[in-house]
């Protein structure tokens, strides 16, 4: 997908940086929520993303017929901000209600009446939606930020720098760090010491496209939250895909032991385990499989606020969803907090 041309800044510096302007580092949900706030106050926003696609870990994939969300999958609201943005989102299509309840580990539907959702053509309908008017630059690894006159200069692996009055970084926290490091941008002893306490587990999860029925019960997904597995999806159920398509999502602690395992060994271990709880033979069914390795998935030990402001002059601000919440919606409300914070809207 093309969100805006890669060349279409490069960059001579300019000697002179806007004020109202920033660069944002991860084009997740955090980063695109913020930049949508920022360009709407009139800022000139750029938004870095390493990988090919906007989104982050709300990641839709195709496999021939299938159609697999093998990241996040689903969205809950509790806030009355984030609602506003779903009553926006569902009126435009780009999303749909999936359930009020999933099987439990004992085999039981849990309903409990709140809505959970899912994008219309999988979760990364949603990142797309919101990233389609943005300057939204993928395939850019980010190499070093540091401060130069006064100002936030962003270097990336393809050689373009941006300059910029503030800087967001909304990727996982090691990340963002290497990247200030690189730039030998020290930070307060407190801030860094803040920073190095937030953790992260992994996750490996395994999407595999079948010759028949998953097996999975209605409504499309069994929420185990336990080891080795943690959830099993039935993606044709949950309404975006063709075929019969299953997602297997592995546990923290199995994912954190085996994370670096041949990716054979891997898919045969979590079908196996999957078409036991099932009743199915799923890895007899299996036409297509496809391993994906989230080095940082669940956050385990995360920041207290909302977002981390680091500096004032100039502007650096971390926020993501180790900050006030792990979830789909922690990640969304930080990103907006964190924009809030650039637009003097705090308190």
């Not at 930049?35 to 994939?61: C, D, F, H, P, Q």
């Not at 779903?86 to 749909?96: D, F, K, P, S």
């Amino acid at each position: 997908m093309h969100y805006a041309p890669t060349n279409a800044r490069k960059p001579e510096i300019a000697r002179h940086v806007e004020r109202e302007s920033c660069v944002v580092l991860g084009a997740g949900i955090s980063g695109l929520l913020a930049a949508r706030e920022l360009r709407a106050a009139g800022w000139r926003v750029v938004i870095l993303e390493k990988n090919r696609r906007v989104g982050g870990r709300m990641a839709t994939r195709r496999m021939g017929p299938g159609t697999f969300d093998y990241g996040a999958q689903f969205l809950t609201i509790r806030s009355e901000r984030i609602g506003r943005l779903v009553e926006e989102w569902l009126a435009a299509g780009v999303i749909q209600e999936w359930s009020r309840g999933f099987t439990d580990a004992e085999g039981e539907l849990a309903r409990d009446g709140y809505p959970r959702y899912c994008g219309s053509e999988g979760m990364a309908s949603i990142p797309e939606y919101l990233a389609r008017d943005l300057d939204v630059r993928v395939a850019e690894v980010v190499t070093t930020a540091n401060v130069i006159n006064g100002a936030w200069e962003v270097r990336t692996a393809t050689g373009s720098c941006e300059r910029a009055g503030a800087l967001l970084l909304t990727a996982p926290v090691p990340e963002s760090l290497a990247v200030l490091a690189a730039g030998d941008v020290d930070l307060a002893q407190e801030v860094q010491h803040r920073l190095e306490k937030i953790s992260y587990s992994p996750c490996l999860a395994l999407t595999a496209l079948l010759d028949g029925p998953t097996g999975v019960p209605e409504p499309g997904g069994v929420q185990i939250k336990g080891e080795p597995l943690d959830w099993i999806g039935d993606n044709r159920q949950k309404g975006i895909s063709e075929a019969p398509a299953v997602t297997v999502n592995a546990g923290p602690r199995w994912s954190r032991e085996h994370f670096g395992r041949d990716e054979k060994e891997i898919t045969y271990f979590l079908l196996t385990h999957a078409g036991d709880r099932l009743g199915e033979d799923l890895v007899a069914r299996t036409r297509a499989t496809c391993l994906a390795r989230w080095r940082y998935s669940w956050v385990e030990e995360g920041h207290d606020g909302r977002y981390l402001a680091a500096s004032e002059r100039p502007p650096l601000l971390f926020a993501g969803d180790a900050f006030g919440g792990a979830k789909v919606e922690g990640a969304a409300l930080s990103g907006l907090a964190a924009a809030d914070r650039l637009l003097g809207r705090t308190g």
